[in-house]
């Protein structure tokens, strides 16, 4: 019954931006940590930026921050990333997923959407 959907997904040029959705249902979104993690061709998923329950807090991987901006608004049970300057290292299937504790690790995440297709090229 909880159920986590990515949407936003496509091809973008390098320089721009993209903004990926989660929709939540089954469960109280305010209830949980939501993060977002990627997995790149060849590459091992990876934590990319997660957000609090209630304090607000959010933490992003080296490699976005400063581009990536992560929000919730949890009366639409829906959870954002917004993405700015994209590379083509940031092509990856974007996933997130709900937890307790916002953390950049998988393992403290249990439930999880499908993924989105994000492909950053010229």
């Known amino acids: 019954q909880v159920q986590l959907v990515e949407s936003g997904g496509g091809l973008v040029q390098p320089g721009g931006s993209l903004r990926l959705s989660c929709a939540a249902s089954?469960?109280?979104?305010?209830?949980?940590?939501i993060g977002w993690f990627r997995q790149a061709p060849g590459k091992e998923r990876e934590g990319v930026s997660c957000i609090g329950i209630a304090d607000g807090s959010t933490y992003s991987a080296d490699s976005v921050r400063g581009r990536f901006s992560i929000s919730r608004d949890n009366a639409k049970k829906t959870v954002y990333l917004r993405m700015n300057s994209l590379k083509p290292e940031d092509t990856a299937v974007y996933y997130c997923a709900a937890g307790r504790v916002a953390s950049l690790s998988q393992r403290l995440f249990d439930s999880w959407g499908q993924g989105t297709q994000v492909t950053v090229s010229s």
């Open positions: 089954g469960f109280t979104l305010d209830d949980y940590a």
